[in-house]
């Protein structure tokens, strides 16, 4: 069965860095997009990086300039790095694929929590 397994999480000062990590199994990584969503308590949960199977960025608004999302399709993994971490940049991380529209899937998430 497909399954998103997240890992990197944690506790970090406002200005610090994380890196997350997911990696996929049961289904064919290098032809899906792979991405990370997160979601804040009380909010919505929201697009924070993707890419496609051909390389293709797309950034939330709030993180441009600050996190980079890459994958090596040859370890099934998806990397987001997180540099300048702020308060606002706290929730749970989750890994998302999906293969054009079709069989969506999330990982269980990771909790990254910025300290001001």
């Known amino acids: 069965q497909v399954q998103l397994v997240e890992s990197g999480g944690g506790l970090v000062q406002a200005g610090g860095s994380l890196r997350l990590s997911c990696v996929g199994s049961?289904?064919?990584?290098?032809?899906?997009?792979m991405g990370w969503y997160r979601q804040a308590p009380g909010k919505q949960r929201e697009l924070v990086a993707k890419?496609?199977?051909?390389?293709?960025?797309t950034y939330g608004d709030p993180v441009k300039g600050r996190f980079t999302i890459s994958r090596d399709n040859a370890k099934n993994t998806v990397y987001l790095q997180m540099n300048s971490l702020k308060f606002e940049d706290t929730g749970v991380y989750y890994c998302?694929?999906?293969?054009?529209?079709?069989?969506?899937?999330w990982g269980q998430g990771t909790q990254v929590t910025v300290s001001s």
């Open positions: 998302h694929k999906i293969m054009g529209n079709y069989f969506p899937a």
């Open positions: 049961g289904f064919t990584f290098d032809i899906n997009t």
């Open positions: 890419m496609t199977s051909g390389g293709s960025t």
